[in-house]
């Protein structure tokens, strides 16, 4: 038998939900502040289950009842809102995945941090012993940079296929890297200093055979949109490391729950960057188009990506 204590303790946030619902129906889902949704949504995971525990005593039918029209309700006002936005993806790319970048601006630096950290520690090491680059490399690709000769030309007789792989190997790499945050973080840190550590080996196993402008000539162009998105996959799996580590004042589930939404904005948001990239990689960046294009190509991509991520800020700020 469920206490009065525990009742009188649930009662209010019922009655807040309540009050939200109304505030809803009556001004619409778009009126609501911010903290009001994110209430929202927690109070609503939280009444669920208030519900499946008054559902165990039978001497509390009441109390189901109206919990139970109360979580419909909310329901359809969530699920509801979201049906009917049919530019909500457009509103999504242009607004809030720019806004959600910059509030998650911490996560993104420290994996790109750890990014670049391995990778000059990939480099010194390939530098300093030229057999490690074996070790990482294997031995075709360092006997095809031996013999001074590109791995990506093979690219180019194959364009929409290898453009399909190549996306689907980024994307795949993306939602991992995120994914393990939920191993505290360990994972994508271990995937973040992967990719950093190979990409330095390579960039030195390139300087070392005199081949660095045939590299970074290739990479440049669709290497500003895929390097980045693969670090902000990173700060989307840091940031549920961050809500599952550090759940403050909420409880840890729903902590992780709120920084679980964030991050999925994040990794969502790596989509059409991932996809362009490996649009660019199959069909420009093996090609014999003069290395000044490609550079000022590569220049332009950034240019326009920091303004976008840079464009938006939340209301209030300047």
Not at 171 to 178: D, Y
Not at 199 to 204: D, F, H, I, K, P
Not at 209 to 222: Q, R
Not at 291 to 309: D, E, H, S, W
Request: proline share 5%.
């Amino acid at each position: 038998m469920l206490s009065t204590t525990w009742l009188e303790k649930r009662k209010p946030h019922w009655a807040r939900l309540e009050q939200l619902l109304e505030s809803a129906a009556r001004d619409g889902l778009g009126t609501l502040s911010r903290e009001d949704l994110r209430d929202l949504g927690l109070l609503y995971r939280q009444m669920a289950a208030d519900l499946a525990a008054i559902r165990e005593d039978p001497t509390s039918v009441h109390f189901a009842r109206y919990l139970n029209q109360l979580l419909t309700r909310a329901h359809n006002t969530i699920y509801a809102a979201e049906r009917s936005r049919p530019w909500a993806a457009l509103g999504f790319f242009s607004h809030t995945f720019p806004m959600v970048f910059c509030r998650n601006l911490g996560c993104c630096l420290l994996a790109c941090a750890v990014f670049v950290g391995a990778g000059l520690v990939g480099a010194v090491l390939c530098y300093q012993d030229p057999d490690f680059k074996m070790k990482i490399l294997g031995p075709q690709m360092v006997d095809t940079i031996e013999r001074h000769q590109m791995w990506t030309h093979s690219i180019l007789t194959i364009k929409p296929v290898a453009s399909s792989a190549i996306m689907t190997n980024n994307l795949s790499v993306s939602f991992t890297t995120f994914a393990l945050g939920i191993t505290a973080g360990l994972g994508t840190l271990y995937m973040m200093a992967l990719n950093g550590l190979m990409l330095g080996v390579v960039g030195m196993a390139c300087w070392l055979a005199g081949m660095s402008l045939a590299l970074w000539s290739f990479v440049a162009p669709h290497g500003v949109l895929e390097l980045p998105a693969v670090v902000i996959a990173g700060g989307a799996g840091l940031r549920v490391a961050q809500g599952l580590l550090f759940p403050g004042l909420l409880p840890r589930r729903d902590s992780l729950a709120a920084s679980g939404a964030e991050a999925v904005k994040l990794v969502l948001g790596c989509v059409p960057l991932l996809v362009v990239a490996g649009i660019i990689e199959a069909f420009v960046s093996p090609t014999g188009l003069a290395v000044p294009l490609k550079f000022a190509m590569a220049a332009a991509l950034f240019v326009l990506l920091v303004g976008y991520l840079a464009g938006r800020r939340e209301p209030g700020q300047t």
